[in-house]
């Protein structure tokens, strides 16, 4: 059975991640897998961004579970091990490098950020303009031509309205001790609210060890 879309999960990975100095690589992995299931709920129109993810979440998913997982463990530390062994660059099918792999889905989670955060306080019903406008200033610069005409054409007539997005977000009832909890429209946009605060720190800390090492350029 296909895992569904879990928020907490995808808040509590990059939380955790955050928290080992040098950001833990398999949180990272794990938290942009709940991402994954985000991308799935939002159709076709996210295919061509979901099925790249997915290639890079594997890639490394082989790293931290490789004969060389202990010196996979963090972020940082890989990065640099990398750059020091020459190696940051490369992309083969003998060795794709957690570095370059790392960078694609840190220009992701950019995307992915702003969007939560926007959607946490629009009340637009229609997403297609704001998604639009952040893809724009984020994650297309990265995209060649008609991969940005055709994201930018199926965000703009394909996302659903933002009540079923909502509903599609809501984690199932809860129930705590007599109570059960429902997440009606206000809850989803506080946990929405919390986990774009939470990657967009995550990014930062990503980006910041990028600069430091001169990374960002990596083909």
Do not use: W
Not at 54 to 65: L, P, Q, S, T, Y
């Amino acid at each position: 059975m296909k895992e569904q879309f879990d928020i907490f999960k995808l808040n509590d990975c990059f939380k955790r991640c955050q928290k080992t100095p040098g950001y833990d690589l398999q949180l990272y992995s794990d938290g942009f897998k709940q991402i994954l299931n985000f991308f799935a709920l939002l159709g076709k129109i996210f295919t061509f961004v979901g099925s790249d993810v997915a290639d890079k979440v594997r890639i490394i998913d082989e790293h931290c579970g490789g004969p060389q997982a202990e010196k996979y463990r963090l972020i940082e530390g890989s990065l640099k091990m990398e750059k020091e062994g020459g190696v940051a660059h490369l992309n083969t099918r003998e060795f794709a490098s957690v570095s370059r792999t790392l960078l694609r889905l840190h220009r992701a989670m950019e995307f992915i950020a702003r969007l939560f955060e926007s959607v946490s306080t629009t009340t637009e019903m229609h997403l297609g303009a704001l998604s639009k406008d952040i893809y724009q200033k984020s994650l297309a610069k990265y995209h060649p031509f008609m991969v940005r005409k055709a994201a930018e054409f199926g965000m703009v007539h394909g996302l659903p309205y933002r009540d079923k997005l909502m509903e599609m977000v809501a984690p199932p009832t809860r129930k705590e001790g007599e109570d059960s909890v429902v997440f009606g429209e206000k809850e989803v946009r506080a946990l929405l609210c919390e986990a774009a605060t939470t990657l967009l720190q995550c990014h930062a800390g990503v980006e910041q060890m990028y600069s430091d090492l001169e990374l960002h350029s990596l083909p």
